[in-house]
């Protein structure tokens, strides 16, 4: 029998295949056994209206036998089968994208499945096997046939002996080498890891001969049991995947189960979703809302995106296409059999059907997020402490493009009985002549509450949002307004407050706060007379457009940077030390210049700032009193 050619294309794009090195050579098994998928799809389609065929749903299978004395893996299906021409026709070229193309997109990619993202279907089994043979019978016909190929020099066809109809693919296993390890797929347990990682959901059953340890029969009453050896028939598939169930028909139990072990989570999921959609796109879909931040969350080693399937299919482990950044924290399945797969499974050709997906799927999540806040309001806030700082960064991400999408899932501490409020529980507590949502910064609930800023603003009885994120201020700045009411901070020199002014302020004024200026120095870039400082002296605020919070996040994130906050230090002129210092002035500049430093001191540690010299202002302190 001659040896027949690829066709020049094909055989270009197969020798390139056979000659690389890919990550995933593994692939190869889930491309076969979704090749024997779709053949019993066919023939168990005409025996729906042809009594021939003779089998019925429950007689279809597909079998794997490994035989590593002959290095071989066989993976038999009873489906349609293929004639001389079917050969020809789907083995004989690789009917996908074009060479060409194909090695642009590898040429370009360093570490991702090629065969997984562009896929060459039955092709992908000549990385792992040095010769493929494949023996098949198509049903209505009388001839079985048996095609041999050692990889990109050609192939041959000719007739054989198959009593039943069906396709049996035998895989010559490469010999190891010093840098590839091929005999693994040989090994029975690494099979079935195979099939249980990307062919769980095969609708038929994916059946291999199982060697096991079992007691022996005659000795498993006595005290020193004896084990044998023996080989068993195992349905490696569980076929059925839980999300093509009725939602009625699955336990919580279940749900929970399937969320640890197919995403290695340990907490009980804060939210299930379930969504079966029918439309442009059609498709099912299981989605888990952690209660609790994986450890690697906020590094880069954390994978966001959900595990996307096509009609039971594994075809990425984590699309990131169907996930926003800010909801990346979602866990869960997408399973559609209106993506695009030719016969090699070719996906995320038609871009389209992805992103119509993750709208609807943003959607969803989105709404049950708020339905969940509204219903179980224990539950959201302890989602929200573990997520609400990603939800953050999604409103002040991308110039706040999403911030009308997320701002009612916000939640903020507030000074009403320091608990966590959403900006629309805080709107409608607001007082008739209340100008603007208040907010502060600092490092806890309680360093807020006592900062002297706050006074007059609790004292007028409006409430305060208590910012103790890194992130709040920036979230704050971006959202601008909720409900037409601007958010101002509590360093603002227009907090809306009307203050009286105060007749026994000190006509001098102007000549204590030129005196405090020059004592001071370039450590601050103004000082003035405070109209917020009620009770308490001093204060410091900032100046420009980067507050002391953002300071801080700046300084953390890059040191050298250098970036802060012009200080400006505020004065009660009212208070009895600062009427202390007035009166020094003139007859004992020193001492008042001490006044002055440890104001300057107080005002800063009150931020949260750090003090120059600790050791120094404790010297101050001392040497008044």
Known sequence: MAKKQFKSESKRLLDLMINSIYTHKEIFLRELIS????????LCFISLTDDKVGLSREDFKIEITADKDARELIIEDNGLGMDKDDLDKNLGTIASSGSYRFKQEMEKTDDVDIIGQFGVG???????ADKVEVYTKKYGCDTAYVWTSEGADGYTVKETEKDSVGTVIKLHIKEDTENETYSEFLEQYRISELVKKYSDYIRYPIIMEMKKSKVKEETKDSDKPEYEEVFERETLNSMVPIWQRQKKDVTDEEYEKFYHDKFMAFDKPAKIITTSVEGVV???ALLFIPSKTPFD?????YKKGLQLYSSGVLIMENCEELLPDYFRFVKGVVDSQDFSLNISREVLQHDHQLKTVASTLEKKIKNELTSLLKKDRETYEGFFGEFGRQLKYGIVADYGMHKDKLKDLLMFYSSKDEKLTTLAEYCDRMREDQKYIYFATGESTQSISKLPQAE???????????????????TLQTLQSYNDKQFRSIDSDDLGIEKKEDESEADNADDTLKFVRDALGDKVSEVIAS???VSHPVCMTAKGGISFEMEKYFKAMQPEAGMKAERCLELNMNHPAVKTMTDLIGKDDEKAKTYAEIF??????????PIDDPSGYADLVS???
């Open 297 to 301: 969350f906020y590094t880069k080693e």
């Open 122 to 128: 039955f092709y992908s089994a000549f990385m792992v």
């Open 600 to 609: 300057y001191n107080q005002a800063l540690l009150i931020a949260g700032l």
């Open 531 to 533: 109209k917020k400082l």
């Open 35 to 42: 090749n024997a998928s779709d053949a019993i799809d066919k």
């Open 623 to 625: 040497s008044i009193m």
């Open 282 to 284: 059609t498709y099912k």
């Open 456 to 474: 007059p603003v609790l004292s007028e009885g409006y409430e305060i949002l208590y910012c103790t994120q890194d992130i709040d201020e920036f």
